[in-house]
């Protein structure tokens, strides 16, 4: 991207095209994962949903655990949600999700966690990825 601005809401914040949904897997948190795709039915968008604890959350996916969903967006107006799966198509179910790429546990996460944003391409002195 070259010369872009970002976009406001009609308050002045920044414009918000996903957000969390009670009662879904990705009830506390919505983020970025890697790059969008461009796909014949519109931009695909891989993120990672935190589901929240209690009664806001999903009650089929550990609270507070990390899961990975996709948003559809409109090619000609990308600030248009068309379609976003209600259940995620990558959950952590290994042992390795429960640990850092250095072998230790995550001290700070109380919970299970796949994070998609791996799936991009990075560079970071203290990870192996």
Same mark, same amino acid.
């Given at each position: 991207?070259? *010369?872009? !601005? ?10 918000? /095209?996903?957000?969390? =949904? ?8 919505? !983020? ?8 014949d039915k519109g931009i695909?968008?891989?993120? *990672?949903?935190?589901?929240? &604890?209690? +009664? ?14 996709? +948003? ?11 379609? =976003? ?7 952590? !179910? &290994? ?5 850092h790429c250095n072998g *230790?546990?995550? +001290? ?5 966690? /796949? ?5 991009? =391409?990075?560079?970071? &002195?203290?990870?192996? /990825?």
């Open positions: 991207m070259i *010369n872009w !601005e970002p976009m406001l809401d009609e308050k002045g914040d920044f414009l918000k /095209v996903i957000t969390p =949904r009670k009662g879904k897997f990705d009830s506390d948190l919505t !983020e970025c994962g890697p790059p969008a795709i461009m796909t695909l968008l891989l993120y *990672n949903g935190k589901n929240k &604890s209690g +009664a806001e959350g999903d009650t089929l996916y550990t609270a507070n655990s990390y899961c990975a969903g996709q +948003a559809l967006f409109d090619a000609k107006d990308p600030t248009k949600l068309i379609d =976003r799966l209600d259940k995620p198509f990558y959950i952590p !179910e &290994s042992d390795f999700d429960l640990y *230790n546990k995550y +001290a700070d996460l109380p919970s299970e966690m /796949v994070l998609i944003l791996w799936l991009c =391409r990075f560079t970071c &002195s203290s990870c192996c /990825v």
